[in-house]
């Protein structure tokens, strides 16, 4: 038989190198790979957003950045591995001609692509449910405050009315006491003429009334006193 011929060492080489195989573990259900040029990279950066401090900061970054993830050299970048070794179907998309509304809806289109994702992100009609609460317990806080400040108006006011009520018994105790101290003060000097001039004689003339029980007992007293008139002159004289 003729002689095989050799087979080519390239071919040999690639079956005696170890392939690789990824855990499916970790392997990721989606990739993507977003480009922009250097310059707008540097533009977005001193416009504020977050990353390199500094201009020399950022070319080192992104030179690093190339060497890992922008091979040069023929082996497989970033992207390429994930296509060509994952299989995933890696999502493309320049940041310089896509806006950040355009961007977003493509990769939702991207990730939901196997299926609706139920995460923990509230749906509308749970961010609805939960501003109508919200509206109906600040409505249902409003209406106590305001219950309560009705209710601690009342109290006020009835401890004021209880106050004042004690403050006007007080003063009429008071004015009571007063006037019962005026006229008793008044009324010293004719107590003492009374009992001095005229208690004596009515005494004495009262006493018979109850002993003989006359039939005109007031007349029969004023005759007594009229006749006794002399007696209470006389007191008179001697005070």
Known sequence: SPPQ???????????DKPKRILSKAIIPEFAASIQSTTERCKNRLFKGARGAKGEEEFL????????????????????????????????QIDAD????????????????????????LRSEEEIMEEKQAEVARREREEEERKAKATEDLRST?????????????????????????????????????????????????????????PEDPVEFLAQYLFSHAQDIDGLDENA
Do not use: W
Not at 5 to 11: F, L
Not at 69 to 88: H, I, K, M, R
């Open 97 to 120: 001609t896509t806006t950040d509304e355009q961007a977003f809806e493509t990769m939702k289109v991207y990730l939901e692509s196997k299926g609706r994702f139920f995460n923990y």
């Open 157 to 213: 006011e009835h401890r004021l009315r209880e106050k004042q009520g004690q403050e006007d018994d007080s003063r009429r105790r008071m004015i009571k006491e007063q006037e019962a101290n005026l006229l008793e003060s008044e009324a010293l000097p004719l107590r003492g003429y009374m009992m001095s001039h005229v208690v004596p004689t009515l005494s004495d003339g009262l006493s018979l009334v109850c002993k003989e029980q």
């Open 60 to 91: 080192l970054k992104t030179a690093e950045y190339k060497k890992n993830n922008l091979a040069e050299d023929g082996s497989a970048a970033t992207s390429d591995f994930f296509a060509e070794v994952a299989g995933l179907k890696v999502l």
């Open 5 to 15: 011929p050799p087979e080519d060492e390239d071919e040999e080489e690639d079956d």
